[in-house]
């Protein structure tokens, strides 16, 4: 090894001394480095042996982390993104409390939203779902008005505060008592206007259509009435079924 690198810093361009090359790769160069003999120890197990141990399902790390996450967690992470997407990175740097109270507050205001949302259109299927209720409940009144019972109605109504179906059980009351006195003869596909075409009374059709724009009024005109309103517009009624019993 020092005749290779004498020989390989001795040459010289001109007289001047060059820079040294060595010739790793030649054959030789690396024969007068001393070796060492290793120990190998009878109990050191083989490579097989080794590798089988790292075999189990504990040792594989190929899974995303992603699928460890609960849906919860799913959710909460969803939620977050959303609501940092809410409140874009400053440009300028602000205390970390304050950012922390606006992230409070949109969180806040996010889980405010959502619960109107859901109570709105909780609200509004059991509106629905009442006035469904209701209209199966006139249909069959008016389908046997002649023999039902509409005082029990208008009470259960008067019950509930619902002053405008109130008025409607009030008007079928009238014309409940004209169909039983064999004035009108009733049908339910029939017009106010058409049944008084039966009634030769000049009075009798006044006071009934009187109560009948009531009604009209009411029912049709979509008016929220109150306690009130309805005391003086039943007295109408109740003098019609006094006069015309």
Not at 2 to 12: C, M, P, R
Not at 198 to 217: E, G, H, P, R, W
């Amino acid at each position: 090894m020092f005749n290779v690198l004498q020989d390989a810093t001795v040459d010289t361009l001109n007289g001047e001394r060059t820079a040294p090359i060595y010739e790793y790769w030649k054959s030789g160069y690396y024969d007068s480095i001393p070796k060492d003999k290793m120990v190998i120890g009878d109990t050191l197990p083989s490579y097989d042996a080794m590798l089988s141990r790292y075999q189990s399902k504990e040792f594989e790390y190929i899974e995303s982390i992603s699928d460890k996450l609960s849906f919860f967690d799913k959710l909460i992470d969803r939620i977050g993104a959303f609501i940092s997407s809410l409140f874009p990175t400053p440009k300028h740097n602000f205390n970390e409390g304050i950012v922390n109270v606006l992230a409070i507050i949109g969180a806040v205001i996010f889980v405010f939203l959502i619960y109107k949302f859901f109570l709105s259109r909780k609200q509004v299927y059991i509106h629905h779902q009442k006035e469904e209720e209701e209209e199966r409940q006139i249909d069959f009144i008016e389908k046997n008005l002649l023999q039902v019972d509409v005082a029990t109605y208008l009470s259960e109504a008067l019950q509930q505060k619902n002053y405008a179906l109130a008025i409607r059980y009030l008007h079928l009351m009238n014309i409940q008592l004209l169909g039983r006195k064999g004035i009108v003869q009733w049908n339910q596909s029939k017009t106010n206007s058409e049944l008084m075409e039966q009634v030769d009374n000049a009075m009798l059709k006044a006071d009934f259509l009187d109560c009948a724009s009531v009604f009209d009024y009411v029912w049709f005109g979509g008016f929220t009435i109150t306690e009130n309103s309805y005391t003086k517009y039943e007295e109408r009624f109740v003098q019609f079924q006094r006069r015309w019993s």
